[in-house]
């Protein structure tokens, strides 16, 4: 007989903080782009400043929210959605840890190293194209036609964690049910 444990994750993206976090997100993802792209001048020199004003801001938050979401959907079942997570999580990890060494080296080194430059930029594209397809794929979700489901089971739907245990969640119906 399967046991069933409920998920803690109704209303999320009602949460003020996803709306923080992501804003900060593709704010420091839109940013690095000018600077990383756009020609030198004095406004894209400003963006560094700001840059890296918002990526300090952003630790605490983001460190918080991750650490919620990862604890909710941790035993998922492996679906594109957890792995470009994974994949999201490793990326936006690299950003930061190479974010805080290219500021150390800005204030206190005499020049910023080329490596580590070039793990925050690989760090971003990375960022791009794993939070996009995590994304994208539960909007596209979200806007299929529901099925139908059996009588009694409206409002919760339960997914595989494991061969042997399975959960349900009262929020997001089509993630939990169909294949990716
Ligand atoms: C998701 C988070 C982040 C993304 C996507 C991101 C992206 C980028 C990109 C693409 C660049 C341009 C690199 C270049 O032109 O060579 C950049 C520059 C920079 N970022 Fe970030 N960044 C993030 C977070 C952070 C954080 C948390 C910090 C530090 C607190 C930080 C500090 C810097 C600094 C100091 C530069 C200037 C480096 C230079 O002068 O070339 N970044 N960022
Ligand atoms: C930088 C890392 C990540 C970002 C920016 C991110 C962002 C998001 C966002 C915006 C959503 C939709 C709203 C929500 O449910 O909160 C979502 C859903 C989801 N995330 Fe992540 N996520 C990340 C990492 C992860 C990781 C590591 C996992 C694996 C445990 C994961 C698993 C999921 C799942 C299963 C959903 C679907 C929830 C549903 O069906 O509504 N995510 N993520």
Redesign the pocket.
């Known amino acids: 007989m399967k046991s069933f444990q409920k998920l803690p994750?109704p209303g999320?993206?009602k949460?003020k903080l996803?709306y923080w976090?992501?804003g900060l997100?593709l704010f420091e993802t839109l940013s690095g782009l000018a600077i990383w792209l756009l020609p030198f001048s004095v406004p894209n020199q400003v963006m560094v400043f700001v840059h890296t004003g918002a990526g300090l801001l952003f630790l605490a938050p983001f460190a918080w929210y991750?650490l919620r979401?990862?604890v909710i959907?941790?035993r998922?079942s492996l679906?594109q959605?957890?792995l470009t997570?994974?994949f999201?999580?490793v990326?936006?990890l690299a950003a930061i840890v190479s974010g805080l060494v290219l500021t150390y080296q800005a204030l206190f080194a005499s020049r910023i190293s080329y490596g580590w430059d070039l793990v925050h930029i690989i760090a971003t594209v990375g960022?791009i194209v794993s939070?996009l397809p995590?994304?994208a794929i539960?909007v596209i979700r979200a806007r299929r036609p529901r099925l139908a489901q059996p009588a009694g089971s409206a409002g919760t739907s339960c997914v595989s964690r494991s061969s042997s245990s399975s959960a349900c969640a009262s929020?997001?119906t089509s993630?939990?049910t169909t294949p990716p």
């Open positions: 994750a999320e993206w949460d996803l976090v992501s997100l991750q979401h990862w959907y941790r998922m679906s959605v957890v997570g994974y999201a999580l990326a936006v960022l939070v995590h994304v539960l929020a997001p993630m939990a």
